[in-house]
């Protein structure tokens, strides 16, 4: 079990200090691929920083507590404060973008093994590697090119071979497949999922499209303007949402055979600057009444493990 608990998370600017994550609290099984949905600055990212312990100057930890359930092979407790030091071999992070996280002058070769100690074998983990490779349908010549000599697909399933090549506890994904066509999107997809079956290792999967997360994610977490505000089984989340804002995700996926305009959530999220009251959504929420302006509504589990934050969340789907 993976323990988020009452996660801030703050970034310092020009114009002062600013909660990208506020008070999230979450349990998640292990084995699980968690789905993170929301529009752009909602958190996403932020949160999947934190649990990298990517946390270097503007961003910071204000408050909160990770328990990641994993030790090393000492019995020492991998933490926030450690967790860099098991990068890659207990935690990997899958970027969006290839071609901006590998070096463009470097083949991909060193790249896999730059980062190994310096006591290890390399040709003996290339050779291993060149093998891993081939089992995620990368031709072993991939290994000798530069970033450049391969496809963006290609590149972004060799990212997600750095990324598990360790069979890591913990895989963070942050909108792996953006940018791909949705061909190389849905074969990315299907890698990580028969990865994650096979290694049972527990996926936080970042993206705004709610058809990717229908595809693949185990659990759902909605965010908006900060804030978590559903969370549960996908199934539930997606076929009886809790929340008004999850609801007007859910209803923008297409159906086979339903032709009708699909409306967007109308309006934007507030800025994260302004000093906020009662539940964020309010403002675009066609069911926001006077208790919604002033109180911020907390997450209640209605159905459960299916968590939401509304003052007038739907129990009757
Ligand atoms: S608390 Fe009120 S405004 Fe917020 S989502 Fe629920 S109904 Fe809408």
């Known amino acids: 079990m993976i323990n988020l608990n009452n996660i801030v998370a703050t970034y310092t600017t020009v114009r002062g200090q600013v909660d990208a994550v506020d008070g999230v609290n979450l349990e998640i099984p292990s084995g699980t691929i968690l789905g ?23 961003l910071s930890l204000s408050s909160g507590i990770i328990e990641y359930g994993i030790q090393d092979a000492q019995g020492v407790e991998i933490t926030t404060r450690n967790i860099r030091d098991y990068w890659f071999r207990r935690i990997a992070y899958i970027p969006q973008s290839s071609m901006s996280s590998l070096n463009p002058v470097i083949r991909i070769n060193r790249q896999f093994v730059d980062f190994l100690d310096p006591d290890t074998d390399r040709a003996q983990v290339l050779e291993q590697v060149r093998s891993y490779i081939q089992q995620l349908d990368l031709p072993p010549e991939a290994l000798d090119a530069y970033p450049h000599q ?12 750095m990324a598990t090549f360790f069979h890591p506890d913990i895989i963070l994904a942050d909108e792996p497949t953006t940018a791909l066509d949705v061909v190389v999107q849905k074969g ?42 559903e969370y549960g089984d996908s199934s539930d989340v997606f076929e009886r949402p809790l929340h008004p804002y999850t609801k007007l995700l859910t209803e923008s996926l297409p159906t086979i055979g339903d032709d009708h305009l699909r409306q967007g959530v109308a309006g934007r999220p507030p800025s994260l600057w ?42 009757n789907l």
Do not use: W
Not at 36 to 58: F, H, M, N, Q, R
Not at 200 to 228: C, E, P, R, W
Not at 274 to 290: I, N, S, V, Y
């Open 150 to 161: 391969l496809s963006g697909g290609m590149r972004q399933r060799i990212m997600v071979a």
């Open 36 to 58: 993170i949905a929301g529009e752009s600055g909602c958190g996403k990212s932020t949160l999947l920083k934190a649990l990298y312990g990517d946390i270097i100057y503007p």
């Open 274 to 315: 302004d000093e906020l009251h009662g539940c964020r959504f309010a403002p675009r929420c066609p069911l926001a009444t006077d208790i919604c302006r002033s109180d911020e509504p907390p997450m209640v589990e209605y159905r459960p493990a299916h968590f939401a934050a509304c003052h007038h969340a739907d129990t």
């Open 188 to 229: 990315i997809l299907l890698l990580l999922a028969e990865i994650q079956e096979e290694m049972q290792n527990t996926i936080f999967f970042v993206s705004h499209d709610m058809g990717v997360h229908y595809q693949i994610s185990h659990k759902m977490l909605i965010m908006y303007a900060a804030k978590a505000v």
